[in-house]
């Protein structure tokens, strides 16, 4: 035997060790992140409009809605249920096929039960709305089909494994009256937390029940549904389903449905009551679908995509229905294919290495090879067919790996020949890990507890205004070099920069156990530069510079949002959210610093902190305790002032107005805090509340 042919060989069962490694990886799930990755990015290249996608439309009650309602009809969230009448009967005026509420109303309304009843019976006017509902497997609050819910009526033929759900949350009585019937709206994500894949139907003690597009589709005319292992039809459409029974969404393109803001609807239903002309022309809503769901950030109903970034949680509804009209859900590949896949790239892979002589050859070739299953699977994609990506690439990557090492074995060349080869396609980090540690090249998300650090300047876009755009790029460069230096001293990890705005966290992507008194010491240490830099940007700007921080200590999801090259984190949950809240609400009270009482407890007593409030936030049921930390300098400086506003707090927090009103005013000179707190106190007495639990609501983000 030659030797070129030995060299063949070997790197042939290489390739066949490799990819044998690859799919026991895959069979044991360890690729399933990095999998779904790929699908992302595929989404995200290959997203096209479907067939149907002109059929559905989305109305969102974001910001403006919230804005416009408070400053047209003194309207705080949430809403009295009446004020949903006008968006239904401007639907119903235009004829829409279906309208379905991707909320599920828990909770009679705060405004009285006929305000419910006003709602129910626009809905059921209209004769085409459904209402959400949550079926889950642990939580929910009814273990069985209640009376006031329609059960699902249409007809279901077949067999196939479907979601199970043991409980369900179901709208209260009063808005479905026995008439409303109600969709699922429980969708489990993956992992990393991204929603992939949809339940178009779910089995809840026996009964089959509809997802809230597919009861939304029923709802503008009952069609035959029928189950088949690995296969759903709904009337002439059909959806190939996975193991579990759910599909596989095929996202669209952002901005591909026409979108409104609920205020817009809600105009024009009132405008058209009064014989006026509407805002938006009922004409672009017939025979549609309409979706109705929240997306102002407060709301809390934002979910992450495999598009990027957070969507409301309606457009993952809407994108099944899409899918299901136009019959284009993604279809998984046959294992086989799959297998064939990854032990040919894998073969291939091996032969690049051990077979071709050259540096810039072998490159070349094993270049090739990486790149044959991103372009097959990326033309299966086109073709409707998710084909692994992950596990042939897992496959070739080990494969280059243990035919490098072999050809060091044999030749002597091993490691120059990978630091050679792989930099032209692998960062410099990955080929470390590679080399050291391969099975650690898995990306994805982690959850982990972090301390999250928001910071914004107090009126910078009134400073802005009165600069160049050299001069603001300057002293915008300067602070944030200076702040991202210290955040980098105290170990923190700068997530991005929103014009002014820093954002960092502690806690990863390595362990620091005591990330809270990191984040902190950070943050004061941001406000005492910032307290020397003041003079100077003085004079350059002629404004004075004040930062608001924000931080606070809890779970978060932490993902990788670059490409597979470099490991950018960045972080995702509702701990984020507040952190984000605590630095705007700084304003509120005057002060530069808050820090919730998780971040306080983590502190282990190391950094002096007063207590500044029990407040709750907009879009928040649960109050929280928030603080404001300091230098033991300043302490030790405002001893007496903090001891007295620890005793109006008190009293404040007992009800006793009047008293604290007192105690603050005789602050409100020398703390911004306890000025707002006198206010506070003699608005509260003119205007007692009927019961006082000493929690001060935010009305504002």
């Not at 819910?149 to 007809?155: E, H, L, R």
């Not at 608001?548 to 984190?569: C, H, K, M």
């Not at 000025?675 to 007495?685: F, N, S, T």
Request: hydrophobic letters at 45%.
């Amino acid at each position: 035997m030659n030797r070129n042919l030995r060299k063949i060989l070997a790197g042939a069962v290489i390739g066949l060790v490799g990819g044998c490694l690859a799919l026991a990886a895959g069979g044991l799930g360890l690729l399933r992140t990095t999998e779904d990755l790929t699908y992302d990015f595929r989404a995200r290249t290959l997203a096209r409009p479907g067939a149907a996608s002109d059929d559905v439309r989305l109305v969102l009650l974001d910001q403006k809605s919230l804005d416009w309602a408070k400053e047209s009809f003194g309207l705080g969230w949430p809403w009295p249920r009446q004020a949903y009448v006008p968006l239904v009967e401007f639907c119903k005026r235009a004829g829409v096929a279906s309208l379905s509420f991707d909320v599920v109303f828990t909770e009679p309304s705060v405004y009285g039960v006929g305000d419910d009843d006003v709602l129910r019976g626009a809905l059921a006017d209209l004769g085409c709305a459904v209402l959400a509902a949550d079926f889950a497997r642990a939580d929910g609050s009814s273990p069985d089909w209640p009376p006031h819910v329609p059960k699902p009526a249409f007809p279901v033929t077949g067999n196939a494994p479907l979601v199970e759900s043991r409980v369900a949350t179901f709208p209260i009585p009063d808005l479905t009256g026995g008439l409303i019937p109600v969709g699922n709206v429980n969708v489990a994500p993956d992992a990393d937390t991204v929603y992939r894949r949809f339940p178009l139907l779910v089995r809840f003690h026996g009964r089959i029940v509809p997802s809230l597009p597919l009861a939304g589709l029923m709802a503008a005319g009952p069609q035959p549904v029928s189950l088949a292992p690995g296969e759903l039809a709904v009337g002439h459409a059909a959806a190939p389903l996975t193991e579990d029974g759910r599909v596989v969404l095929n996202y669209r393109p952002k901005g591909t449905f026409t979108t409104y803001s609920a205020a817009a609807l809600m105009e024009s239903g009132m405008r058209l009551a009064e014989g006026g002309e509407p805002v938006v022309d009922p004409a672009d809503l017939k025979g549609k679908h309409v979706f109705f769901g929240f997306s102002a950030t407060g709301l809390l109903d934002l979910r992450p995509t495999p598009m990027g970034g957070v969507s409301p949680g309606v457009l993952v509804n809407a994108t099944a229905l899409d899918n299901l009209l136009s019959g284009d859900f993604l279809r998984m590949a046959p294992a086989g294919f799959d297998a064939a896949m990854v032990l040919l790239f894998s073969v291939l892979a091996g032969i690049s290495v051990t077979a071709i002589s050259g540096l810039w050859t072998t490159v070349a070739a094993s270049g090739a090879v990486l790149a044959g299953p991103v372009l097959l699977s990326t033309a299966a994609y086109i073709q409707g067919i998710w084909a692994a990506m992950a596990a042939p690439l897992a496959g070739c990557l080990v494969s280059l790996f243990l035919a490098g090492a072999w050809k060091y074995a044999t030749e002597g060349r091993q490691k120059q020949f990978i630091k050679s080869a792989f930099k032209q396609y692998l960062s410099p980090k990955v080929i470390d890990q590679l080399l050291q540690h391969p099975d650690r090249l898995t990306l994805g998300g982690e959850r982990r507890e972090l301390t999250i650090f928001f910071s914004d300047l107090q009126g910078f876009t009134s400073i802005s205004e009165k600069l160049t755009p050299e001069q603001l790029t300057s002293v915008l460069n300067d602070y944030l070099t200076a702040m991202t230096d210290i955040i980098h001293r105290f170990g923190g990890t700068v997530d991005k920069y929103e014009g002014d705005a820093i954002i960092a966290f502690w806690n990863a992507p390595v362990d620091q156990p005591d990330h809270a008194l990191l984040g902190v010491s950070a943050a004061l240490a941001c406000q005492e530069k910032l307290a020397e830099m003041r003079p100077e940007l003085l004079d350059r700007t002629g404004s004075e510079f004040h930062m608001r921080i924000g931080l606070n200590t809890g779970p978060a999801v932490v993902g990788n949002l670059g490409s597979r090259e470099r490991f950018d984190y960045t972080m995702l949950g509702d701990a984020v959210n507040l952190a984000a809240r605590l630095e705007s609400i700084n304003k509120q009270f005057g002060t530069y610093t808050m820090i919730s009482r998780s971040t306080l407890e983590g502190l282990d007593g190391r950094i002096p902190a007063r207590e500044l409030s029990c407040l709750r936030v907009v879009g928040k049921k649960e109050a929280i305790t928030v603080f404001e930390p300091m230098t033991e300098v300043e302490q030790e400086r405002r001893k007496d002032a903090l001891a007295a506003f620890g005793l109006g707090l008190a009293r404040f927090y007992a009800g006793d107005f009047a008293d604290a009103a007192e105690q603050f005013s005789a602050l409100a000179d020398k703390d911004p805090a306890a000025d707002r707190y006198a206010a506070k106190c003699r608005e509260l007495m003119a205007d007692p509340p009927p019961e006082w639990d000493g929690v001060w609501a935010m009305t504002s983000k």
